[in-house]
């Protein structure tokens, strides 16, 4: 090839605008280019794995071969920016912006509440763009389904579902039949789903306005392509992308260990998080051959690029085309596909990619094998085809038979023949968006054979001719498993032979308790389960193609037993919000003002702390972590890292100026670990260099040996154990428990084990420190708590707090995770740039983000109760233990908040708990919404589920006929006023038709023998006030400036929670002026000092109050004016005021009456209650132990709302994380049940791994209403706090599966009590629903077994 022709610079264009790019470095993404070389901070790294969504941008090109431009949403963190050439990439900011006019994407998701923090926002603006560019009149089902790429922390998806929708071209036809305005009578205003699309649905052009497509790439030539790349000369990376399959050939042959890239969705992840390195990357996306889709009569042949979208296409086509019989393929691939990554992925990744990555845990790669597809390589030279079947194609793990030099050219899958069935099954940890647990592709073919049946005349029957069974996620490839095929030959296709093969299935799939991935009962249990589906599904098809002979031919199957067959279908979403309108008396406080940031996220041009721009002379910064959980080190040797280009330094303990010494409450950490490390992950030290990534590469290079210390503790059993704890016990007592125990008819005892759970905040912890004159220090910092990181940032210097500011402007969400964690970081970054006086910046990815700032504490709960034959509570016995982690950090007031709140709302008359924190070698456990409580709450209420189980009665009886009463008194010595739980929950019990809806439930699963539901309703108090009685005050600083605008100031940092909106609100009320003169800038320490956290729910309360003092001072200055001119408009009003010397800048200062606990005295006294009830339904595959949310009803009494939109946005968002710890979020550590592990580290430290809800979880009808005519005189302007208290009520979804177990338990004639440890994932459910399947896995006493966790 000619140089000339080879290209070697890149041209697309970016929002419009065309660049050549010369400069181009194989390594980039697309996103870091967007980011740190274009200034387009809009695109976030949430996760740099593909997981998330919120890199989430569109990009489109031209596709000459059928004429039209194709537009694709994709991840910019996975996509090579050498990919882009030819493309027209679309950001966020490309979309619309504040200042020329808003995208109507942008517009709805921000006037529909559907953005809080904002970090998420501009990847599902990006999705949903994609979406209908790419779709000419999208269903509400293509929107609903195409989010499953994206993630929000704090939403809980329902108003951006309703966002979504308004574009939907099917929502007139929905509503005409079943949409109602929006209601308002008696003060009251409901809103639904469907009101809300109302506006949208005449509209003429719902056509979404798209950016053009530049004229200059439909011509657009694609060339050979060669760029090289300089970041390290001695390994610089090429970039090849040929053109031609004979151009692909040739430089396979020359450089046979080039990787062959195509979506990079697997590559991307091995260089970055596994440290592989590709000096050669080559192209794949514009070869003819492997781009080509073909039909015959006997099957497809599928050109190895392929992508997975463009094959779903072609499936849903020839579904329509082929004979019913060969339709079975297309539907197992489709089945899978359906949840097989993401749209994002799906758009960028191909099937050759899958198969070759040979993942153990392919989706496609067991149905690739049961159907017998065959792959075609090539390598250069003449007549150098090969064939190979997939069956042989995988050797070992993540090893196949292709030569280096060999390419994947296309695969042939056959269509299904007649009498041939062939399916095929997935379950993961969640639904959108994960990798299977186990996957299977199961084929038979069958024929008609004369048997003797019990000696009579010759029946006739199916007999199994071929039997192909392949499973993914039992071995280290994808198995065939040749033992069971072998065995089933000849058989009769019956429940008999189902049953014997499983055996042999079992046999030839051993797992132990040290496979990686764990879970070996589950994953066994999952094939038979997978099996017996199949089983069923066959001896279906025989009766759909063959009723007239199927009563004779195939065995008969009860028809509730069909039901293991049904798919999981989703219903599209449908929410209800209902709530009084604001008090007459109000102008403002009380209605639904828009969050004040709304339109900047939804447009990219909100700014977090890793988006500031670069200051002259800034440094980056890496961590230097402890590998080992329980370590001495030995020594410390920097000489590789001083190597790395750009190394500036490494910083350690002995740099630190001041005090080393550190710890939020007991001063028990170090800055950086001077000896000792007690967890994987605690901050050695921190390395310094000219980028990111030099300093990232140098802090791998830091050698650190260690002399291992024993014991090493992860669990509380051994802490409880070891007898290692953090601190003294601590003990709540109320009456007399022996005499309670003596007057109870029955007393039970038992223990409960609750996980953790990871923050997963979509922004992860950054922080930029710049020194300045005189030792000060300013620091920009992604914390709920900048008062602190000051304080204890002076303490490492040495200077005190005065020469430390700390801004924080706004967070991608918090949830109690900045509350302390951010600080030992930050402190790291400002020592380093205290000693080398220049700006320092410190981005901690989402791997490191997860492994090393603590989580929600895991708890246990040790149980005895006493009770009256009829439910009546008497007298309770509790121990709590908490995972506490290595530190003390937070978890003595977490633990307790969870002694204060175990007993949720129940009077048990008699109580004695206790609470000890443990000890264990893992990073120090923190703040997280709920703070303990619903540690606290649900142990209670595990208590109450099993009274109820005991005496057979309905948990909702026990529940209502034990609740306080008003006036009556708590085990910590408060006296419940206000008290409208009883009252809450009669209503709610009429509004969600409880009793109705528990009958069809039965039915239900009288109905269905492997589909089970329940429903649930619990109530919950949570008590409003920093236990810490110092922390409940607050400042407020409040700035008029001439010109009237006014500048606030409070001590509250604003993590999408709508606190600055709220404050805005109290602030122009108080005042008398429109919202709009108000301003928030940030939050600093400067401006208002000595601030407590913003936690606890309490910021609103505390920060609110404090404005209203600011404001009446300001008020009585202006008072004389006012009355000389009464007809002066606020401007006029104030310019007087400044003429006449009137001093135009208050201070405000609150501290909470009354509050406080005093644990060692045995009492506490919170300012309010927050109360509510929740119910939910859900329904279970019992196969499977998948499970998902059919309704939920919540009602929750808030006072008088202070801003009813965003309160109810918090209610759905603390629900949805509820949920998510309820039932999916599993943290699992390398500890004694997790013995694959390395011991102290997290596996799950990813969206990989580790799982949140999705749009596809939330529940189908999802109702929230407000209490009415409750207002609460305790709190500015008669409102309730907010935050944390809901999301206790996704534990109905919890005690609801628990139900539905429960039902299954029972019709397989287990009667003891279910004991089902939190979170109830698929594993814990299907366990949890003991057959005959668990009895063969497990044995005997399957009906006992807990799946493992790390608690
Ligand atoms: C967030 C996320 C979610 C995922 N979810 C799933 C899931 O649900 N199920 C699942 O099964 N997988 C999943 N994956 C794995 C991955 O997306 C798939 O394996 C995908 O099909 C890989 O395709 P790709 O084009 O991105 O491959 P690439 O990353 O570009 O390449 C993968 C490998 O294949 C090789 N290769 C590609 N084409 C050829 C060829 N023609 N000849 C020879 N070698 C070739 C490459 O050299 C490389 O080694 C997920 C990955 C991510 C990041
Ligand atoms: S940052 Fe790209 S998906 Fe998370
Ligand atoms: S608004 Fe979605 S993560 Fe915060």
Redesign the pocket.
């Given at each position: 090839m000619s140089l000339e022709e080879v290209c070697n610079y890149l041209t697309f264009f970016i929002n419009g605008e065309k660049v050549i790019e010369h400069n181009a470095e194989p390594e980039w993404t697309l996103l870091w280019y967007l980011r740190n070389k274009r200034g387009l901070t809009g695109s976030k790294l949430g996760c740099g794995?593909?997981?998330c969504g919120a890199c989430t941008v569109m990009v489109s090109d031209y596709d000459h071969r059928l004429s039209k431009v194709i537009h694709r949403a994709i991840n910019a963190c996975?996509a090579p920016i050498c990919s882009m050439d030819g493309f027209h990439i679309i950001t966020v900011e490309g979309i619309g912006n504040t200042k020329q006019g808003i995208h109507p994407i942008q517009e709805r998701i921000a006037e529909f509440y559907g953005s809080q923090c904002g970090f998420c926002t501009p990847g599902i603006v990006m999705s949903l763009y994609g979406t209908l560019n790419n779709i000419e009149a999208p269903t509400e089902k293509d929107i609903e389904d195409s989010f499953d790429g994206n993630l929000c922390r704090c939403t809980g998806y329902r108003p951006i579902l309703d966002a979504a929708k308004t574009f939907a071209c099917n929502t007139t036809k929905k509503s005409e039949c079943e949409g109602q305005q929006e209601r308002c009578s008696n003060d009251i205003l409901i809103s639904t789903t469907d009101d809300k699309l109302k506006p949208y649905q005449n509209e003429q052009n719902k056509k979404c306005p798209t950016l053009e497509f530049p004229p200059l790439l439909f011509h657009f030539k694609p060339q050979y392509l060669h760029i090289r790349g300089m970041i390290r000369k001695r390994e610089s990376v090429e970039w090849y992308r040929p053109v031609t399959l004979t151009e692909l050939l040739k430089l396979k042959h020359l450089y046979p260990t080039s990787?062959?890239?195509?979506?990079?969705?697997?590559?991307?992840?091995e260089t970055k998080f596994k440290n592989f390195h590709y000096p050669i990357m080559v192209g794949?996306t514009h070869i003819d051959e492997?781009n080509a889709i073909n039909r015959d009569d006997d099957g497809m042949i599928l050109g190895?690029?392929v992508t997975?979208t463009r094959l779903k296409e072609h499936l849903e086509q020839w579904m329509q085309q082929v004979e019913p019989y060969q339709r079975a393929i297309c539907h197992a691939i489709l089945n899978q596909l359906k949840?097989?990554?993401?749209q994002q992925?799906r758009n960028?990744?191909?099937?050759?990619?899958?198969i070759?990555?040979a993942?153990p845990?392919?989706?496609?790669n067991p149905v690739l094998q049961a159907c017998g597809a065959q792959l075609k390589l090539q390598k250069h030279g003449r007549d150098e085809t090969r064939f190979v079947s997939v069956c042989d194609f995988f050797l070992s793990y993540r090893k196949v038979d292709?030569q280096p030099e060999e390419?994947?050219?296309s695969i042939h899958i056959p269509f299904t023949s007649k009498d041939e069935y062939i399916h095929s099954y997935k379950q993961a940890r969640r639904r959108d968006?994960?990798?299977?647990i186990v996957s299977a592709g199961f084929r038979v073919k069958v024929s008609k054979v004369n048997v003797q049946v019990n000696g009579y005349e010759p029946e006739m029957r199916w007999s199994v001719e071929e039997a192909h069974l392949s499973l993914g996620g039992m071995a280290p490839i994808t198995v065939m498993a040749r033992k069971t095929e072998q065995f089933l030959k000849g058989q009769i296709w019956s429940k008999e032979t189902m049953k014997k093969a499983i055996k042999y299935l079992l046999e030839e799939l051993p797992l132990t308790e040290l496979t990686p991935g764990g879970q070996p009962e589950y994953r066994r249990t999952l094939v038979t389960s997978f099996w017996f589906k199949f089983y069923l599904y066959v001896c279906k098809q025989l009766r759909k193609y063959y009723p007239e002979q199927s009563e004779a031919t195939v065995e008969q199957v009860p028809s509730s037993h069909y039901s293991a067959t049904k798919h999981y279908q989703r219903k599209i979403s449908h929410g209800q919000q209902e709530h009084q309108l604001k008090p007459h008396t109000n102008k403002v406080v009380g209605s639904s003002v828009l969050h004040r940031s709304a339109y900047l996220q939804v447009t990219g041009e909100a700014k977090y702390t890793d988006d500031m721009p670069m200051l002259p002379g800034c440094l980056y910064s890496a961590l230097v972590l402890s590998t080992q959980a329980h370590a001495k080190i030995i020594e410390i040797d920097k000489t590789q890292a001083e190597h790395v280009p750009g190394f500036v330094g490494y910083f350690g303990h002995q740099d630190v100026p001041g005090n080393n010494e550190t710890g939020d409450i007991v001063h028990d950490e170090e800055v950086f670990v001077s000896s000792i490390v007690e967890c994987v992950g605690q901050i050695i030290g921190i390395c310094v260099a000219d980028t990111e990534s030099h300093a990232q590469q140098a802090a791998k290079l830091i050698a650190i040996k260690y002399e291992n210390l024993f014991p090493q503790i992860f669990t509380i059993d051994q802490a409880i154990e070891h007898n290692k704890y953090l601190g003294s016990e601590r003990y709540l007592e109320m009456g007399n428990l022996e005499q309670g125990m003596q007057e109870s008819d029955h007393i039970i005892e038992s223990q409960f084990y609750m996980g953790g759970q990871e923050h997963f905040y979509l922004e992860t912890n950054c922080c930029l420190a710049v020194p300045l004159e005189e030792e000060e220090m300013q620091l920009w910092s992604s914390t709920q708590n900048p008062s602190k990181t000051q304080d204890l940032t002076a303490q490492a210097l040495g200077i005190p707090s005065n020469k430390v500011v700390c801004h924080v402007k706004r967070m991608g969400g918090g949830f109690g995770g900045k509350e302390t964690r951010t600080i030992p970081p930050c402190i790291a970054v400002a020592v380093a740039a205290f000693k080398l006086q220049r700006p320092i910046r410190l981005n901690i990815e989402r791997d490191y983000d997860m492994a090393i700032t603590g989580q929600r504490h895991a708890f246990k709960g040790a149980y005895k109760v006493g009770f009256t034959s009829k439910g009546m509570l008497k007298a309770m016995e509790l121990h709590l233990y908490a995972n506490a982690g290595w530190s003390h950090d937070l978890s003595f007031p977490v633990l307790e908040r969870a002694l204060f709140h175990c007993d949720n709302t129940y009077n048990f008359k008699n109580m004695k708990v206790y609470g000890r924190l443990c000890k264990t070698n893992l990073p120090s456990m923190t703040a997280f919404r709920g703070f303990g409580g619903p540690q606290g709450l649900m142990t209670c209420e595990i208590v109450i589920d099993h009274i109820a189980k005991y005496l057979k009665l309905e948990p909702s009886l026990i529940r209502r006929q034990n609740m306080y009463r008003e006036g009556d008194m708590t085990h910590f010595k408060q006296n419940l006023t206000s008290w409208h739980i009883p009252e809450m929950w009669d209503e709610l019990i009429v509004s969600s038709e409880y009793e109705q809806r528990l009958e069809q439930v039965r039915q239900f699963n009288v109905e269905h023998r492997y589909r089970k539901r329940g429903i649930s309703i619990i109530p919950t108090k949570f008590g409003i006030a920093f236990t810490a009685k110092f922390l409940n005050q607050a400042g407020a600083l409040i700035h008029i400036y001439k010109d009237g605008s006014i500048l606030l100031t409070h001590g509250g940092t604003e993590m999408g929670q709508g606190l600055h909106t709220k404050m805005i609100q109290i602030c122009s009320e108080l005042l008398g002026v429109d919202i709009s003169l108000v301003r928030i800038s940030e939050t600093s320490t400067d401006k208002v000092p000595n601030t407590s956290p913003t936690a606890a729910s309490a910021a609103s309360d505390l920060n609110g109050m404090a404005i209203k003092i600011a404001c009446q001072q300001l008020n009585e200055r202006l008072e004389p004016i006012r009355r000389e001119s009464p007809d002066f408009t606020w401007f006029q009003l104030i310019s007087k005021a400044y003429y006449e010397r009137i001093n135009l800048s208050a201070q405000g200062f609150y501290a909470t009456p009354n509050v406080g606990g005093d644990i060692l005295n045995n009492r506490a006294h919170f300012n309010y209650f927050t109360q509510g009830c929740g119910c939910s339904e859900v329904e279970i595959d019992t196969l499977t132990g998948d499970s998902h949310v059919i309704r939920t009803d919540i009602l929750m009494d808030l006072g008088n709302s202070i801003n009813p939109y965003i309160d109810i946005g918090q209610i759905e968002g603390a629900f949805v994380q509820g949920l998510g710890l309820m039932t999916m979020e599993e943290l699992i550590w390398g500890d004694e049940q997790h013995k694959w592990l390395k011991p102290g580290y997290l596996f799950t430290r990813g969206p990989?791994t580790y799982k949140i809800p999705s749009f596809n979880d939330v529940p189908i009808d999802f109702r929230v209403s407000l209490f009415k005519n409750a207002p609460n005189p305790l709190a500015i302007f008669s409102s309730k706090a907010v935050g944390e208290p809901p999301l206790f009520l996704s534990s109905s979804v919890f005690f609801a599966i628990k139900q539905a177990c429960e039902s299954y338990r029972q019709e397989n004639g287990i009667q003891e009590f279910l004991k089902l440890n939190s979170p109830a994932t698929s594993e814990r459910i299907r366990m949890a629903c003991s057959d005959e399947f668990t009895k063969e896995t497990v044995g005997e006493k399957h009906a006992e077994f807990q799946a493992q966790g790390s608690f």
């Open positions: 794995e593909g997981g996975l990787k062959l890239i195509l979506g990079n969705s697997e590559i991307q992840i794949i492997l190895a690029a997975l949840y097989f990554a993401s992925i960028v990744a191909c099937l050759g990619g899958n070759v990555n993942s845990i392919s989706d496609l292709i390419v994947l050219v968006d994960d990798i299977g990989g």
